[in-house]
């Protein structure tokens, strides 16, 4: 077998691999009793309101410290690497548990923000919270392969010709850096929809698609999950394909 012939095969069997527990799903669900439980529309409206407002969070503070670390290098820049990383590879549970020792109500922290107001357990700022924490390095990581795959010179040019920095940025390194911004907008949006380890700590409740399928798991059993799967696939799906196509037609151009 040529191995062009081999690769393709090995490809195939890969991707088969990795759909086959989604094409399962449309086996097991049972359609003629397919229905919500109770709280369930409740909770796809939480994971969507709050999960755009984490997004855009991410965005605005995510981009500057991207941006800054592709065209800043510094001593010790190993130490900001490792503090991403570290964020990154928490484990999601840990993460929450990290999360409540610092801003929970007996935490200094959380108890003067609580003063103030700010109540960050069982909460949608602590919703939120919890998928900023849990997203936000993902997105910095990406968006920072992003921008330092933009030339500096083009950055140079733009400012010998009179722009200030921030024109440079606007007109010169984001649209050149839109295919990989588009990619780490997308993975962020879905690690924040789906962040489940953290939330289930810090914001039981309200609780979103994630929480509410493990508790419909626990209260009613496998097939109550289903139905709120779908949704959530439904939900997570449109913003990647939306970006990804966008960011690829106008590569095309």
């Not at 997570?236 to 966008?246: E, F, W």
């Amino acid at each position: 077998m040529p191995r062009s012939g081999l690769s393709a095969l090995i490809s195939a069997l890969t991707l088969l691999l990795l759909a086959a527990p989604f094409i399962g799903l449309a086996f097991v669900t049972s359609w003629s009793h397919f229905g919500f439980a109770d709280g369930d529309g409740s909770a796809i409206a939480v994971s969507l309101c709050y999960s755009v407002l984490a997004l855009i969070l991410i965005i605005a503070l995510g981009t500057p410290l991207a941006w800054w670390l592709a065209r800043h290098h510094m001593r010790g820049q190993w130490l900001i690497d490792a503090l991403l990383l570290l964020a990154l590879l928490t484990p999601p549970l840990a993460l929450g548990l990290l999360l409540a020792s610092m801003y929970g109500p007996y935490a200094l922290a959380g108890s003067l923000l609580e003063r103030a107001g700010l109540t960050l357990t069982n909460s949608g700022p602590a919703f939120v919270m919890a998928q900023f924490y849990s997203a936000l390095p993902y997105y910095v990581i990406a968006a920072r392969a992003a921008f330092e795959g933009v030339p500096r010179e083009l950055e140079q040019i733009a400012l010998t010709l009179g722009h200030s920095p921030w024109r440079s940025f606007v007109h010169v390194s984001l649209p050149l850096a839109r295919l990989g911004l588009a990619a780490a907008i997308a993975l962020a949006w879905v690690r924040a929809l789906g962040e489940f380890g953290a939330v289930l700590i810090v914001a039981y409740y309200p609780q979103g698609i994630p929480v509410k399928l493990w508790v419909n798991l626990q209260n009613i059993g496998l097939n109550a999950v289903y139905p709120l799967l779908w949704v959530f696939f439904l939900v997570a799906m449109p913003l990647p394909l939306i970006l990804g196509l966008a960011a690829r037609r106008r590569r095309l151009i």
